[in-house]
Structure formats: structure tokens, C-alpha cells
């Protein structure tokens, strides 16, 4: 019972790197823009697929095929961004819907490029069993926790010392303050566009290692994100990560002691006594009154 507990949180907190990974992206611009970009999970999809290409086409470990996903998916969310940008009037519901189109659009072009099959990495050196004591999980799973932890330590350091992550958190801070120091509000949410799509294009290809894909993963991959970026609190990088960390063990334990079925209502449950008990999430700034 012990040895079944501690693989559950085992798998679990893996789990959480890899959903901290889908969440970044999302939980950036979010924070930079408060805008939710419902593409994001399409965007995972998309670089999950090309890394597919790259093993079943080529013969190449998938892991090889993020130096290839980066520039189409930087480039797909820049179009994002361009369209986003042009609304004038009630930015964040009309964004919010036509992000949501550009995901079905996105969505149904990997149907018609790689059909409707489930698809699932089969190289031998990312399947293999890596042991800790008594309990054990694949190579790709510890590789894509490890690079959650990394591209989260990196993103951080980007926020709080480089030029343009400064300018990112003054743009989320107050838009027009930004502009009266000199800081081009469009330029700052592009580059927030494209951070965001070189971290879709990792996490794609860790799922892709890790798991299996097909068509409609990338709405599930788009709520999961929300969910964390919410527990996490607007703006908050480490928040992403016990959010995540929350998420994983959560669905876990409830596969582990109750039944797969209930995997997701689980994380939902959790997804809303975060929100009632804390409505800023677990790291999220109280806003003062008066």
C-alpha cells in the first residue's frame, strides 16, 4: 500500500512537469495581456505533431524536432497576435473568442494534415524504465520534468533581470504608464507571443514523448493551462509550478484510490475550492481597496 502511494506521487508530481510546461506559455501571456489565448493547447498540439513527423517520417528521435517546431509555432502564434492586436473594442471577449476560432481552425488542420488516429512516440531510449528505489517511470517523463524545472528557472530570470521581461511586467503593470517611459506596449506582447510559443513548442514535443496525441488533445491541453494559471495566480512563475504540482497529484491519487473516470472531475473539484478559499490563487497579489 505504501510502495502503491508513493509511485502515485511519484507519477504525479512527473505529471506536473510536464502540465507546468503547457502552462507557462499561457500563464505569460495571461499575465503580460490579461488575455486567455485559447490557442495555446493547438499550439502544443501543433509542435506534438511535427515531432510525431520527425519519428515516423524520418526515423529521427522526437526530441530533435523542437529546434524545427519553434519556428512554426513562434510563427503561428505571431499571427495570433497580429489578429488580436486589431481589436479595438472589448479586448478580452473578443479575444477570448477569436482565439477560441483560431483553435478549431488550427485543430482541424492537424485532422486533415494527420488525420484522427491516436498517435504515440515508440523510440526504445525515451520508453525505457528509469528506478528510484522501489519506485520506477519512463526516461521521457524525468527528461520533460527536468526541462519544465529549467525553462521555469529561465523564464524567471528573463521576467525579473532581462530589459524585455521588465517591460513585460510594466506593461501588465499599467499600459500607459508603459508608453509614457518609452515602451512599445505591441512590441512587448509580441515578444510575450512568441516566448509563449517557443515554451508551446517544448511542451508539444514532451508530450509527445511522454504520452500520446491526437486531434482533440489540444482543447484539453488549453484547459488544464487555464485551470493552473489560475491557481497560480495572475503573474506568478513559481505559483505555476505548485499549481501544477496540485494538479498532478490530485488526478494521480484519484486514478491511483478511485477510478480514471474521475480524473478530471477531480482536478475541477480542487480547480474550485482553490478559487473559493483563495480567489486571487495560491500566489496571486490582493488587490487594496479604498
Known sequence: MIDLLLQSLCSGLLAAGTYALVALGLALVFGA??????????????????????????????????????????????????????????????????TYGLGLMITNAVLLIWHGDVRSSGNAWLQDSITFGPLFSMRSEVLSFVISITL??????????????????AVSSNRDAAKLMGINPRKIELASFLVAGLLASVAG?????????????????????????????????????????LLGLTESLTMTFGSSSLQQLAGMVLFLLVLYVLPNGLFGAVRRRG
Open 33 to 98: 495581456m490579461r488575455i486567455i489565448n485559447l490557442t495555446h493547447g493547438e499550439l502544443v498540439l501543433l509542435a506534438a505533431y511535427i515531432a510525431y513527423t520527425f519519428e515516423a517520417k524520418l526515423g529521427i528521435n522526437p526530441v530533435f524536432a523542437i529546434p524545427a517546431a519553434i519556428p512554426v509555432v513562434c510563427a503561428a502564434a505571431a499571427v495570433s497576435y497580429g489578429l488580436i492586436s486589431r481589436i479595438r473594442q472589448d479586448r478580452e471577449l473578443n479575444s477570448l473568442i477569436l
Open 152 to 169: 521555469m528557472i529561465a523564464l524567471w530570470w528573463w521576467l525579473s533581470r532581462s530589459w524585455y521581461g521588465r517591460a513585460v511586467r
Open 205 to 245: 514535443v514532451a508530450i509527445y514523448s511522454s504520452g500520446s496525441i491526437q486531434p482533440a488533445v489540444g482543447e484539453a491541453l488549453t484547459i488544464k493551462a487555464f485551470v493552473i494559471t489560475v491557481l497560480a495566480g495572475v503573474g506568478s512563475i513559481p505559483g505555476v509550478l505548485v499549481g501544477a504540482m
